[in-house]
């Protein structure tokens, strides 16, 4: 399991005035809560923590280093974002003990590439993009490969049950999910009645709506 240490630092309830200062001088609110536990408040500094949620994402363990008191292990729970800056501007924490097992989403990682598209010209399909897994916190896998090379047919396919699991993992969910397959080249046909319903639905993109009657008595909507 590798190591991502971060450091924090408390903080008390303050006004919604005084978070938007913060956030603009480079610090992020953030709370750590878990089972029989109390909330805690922190603030983040805002490189450091770009710079480990890009490395560990939420599916890594963190230390997080306090002032005072011991280093607590967490989860990035979930982490709100400016809609229009994209900027970070909340962060939960969720505490896990290192004895007891958790519940979490791995990302799943697809290397190669499947010789149904490169032979045959297919189209490759992913369904998912994590899995849901429990673990130990000290196994728990940052991601999961997923071996495209295994779709070398329209037949083949690679479901949940597929995925090679390190010691310690299980997974959880139906197993028989599928996760990638190849789908077959449109033919010229196929893509001609794609191209008439493309142009067939061009009066609604200009706007243009058959008018609707008004029953007797009651005025036409605006």
Not at 11 to 33: C, D, F, H, N, Q
Not at 48 to 74: D, V, Y
Not at 141 to 149: A, G
Request: proline share 6%; charged share 30%; aromatic share 6%.
């Amino acid at each position: 399991m590798q190591e991502f240490t971060l450091t924090v630092k408390n903080r008390e309830k303050v006004s919604t005035k005084e978070l938007e200062r913060s956030r603009k001088e480079g610090k992020i609110p953030a709370v750590i809560y878990g089972r029989g536990t109390e909330n805690q408040l922190f603030w983040l500094d805002y490189l450091p923590f770009s710079k480990i949620f890009k490395e560990a994402g939420q599916s890594s363990i963190l230390s997080l280093a306090q002032e005072k008191g011991k280093a607590l292990n967490a989860i990035i729970h979930d982490v709100t974002f400016d809609p229009l800056s994209s900027r970070f501007t909340h962060v939960d924490f969720f505490q896990v003990r290192m004895d007891e097992e958790l519940e979490t989403h791995v990302p799943l990682e697809f290397i190669g590439e499947a010789p149904a598209v490169r032979e045959h010209g297919g189209i490759l399909v992913k369904t998912l993009e994590e899995v849901l897994v429990s673990c130990l916190p000290k196994d728990l896998p940052h991601t999961l490969p997923i071996d495209l090379s295994i779709l070398k047919t329209f037949e083949d396919h690679i479901q949940i049950k597929d995925i090679a699991l390190p010691k310690g993992v299980t997974l959880l969910g139906e197993l028989e999910t599928t996760i990638a397959l190849v789908e077959p080249p449109r033919t010229d046909a196929e893509m001609a009645a794609l191209d008439e319903k493309v142009e067939a639905d061009v009066t609604k993109v200009e706007g243009v709506v058959k008018e609707e009657v008004a029953p007797e008595g009651e005025a036409k909507p605006e």
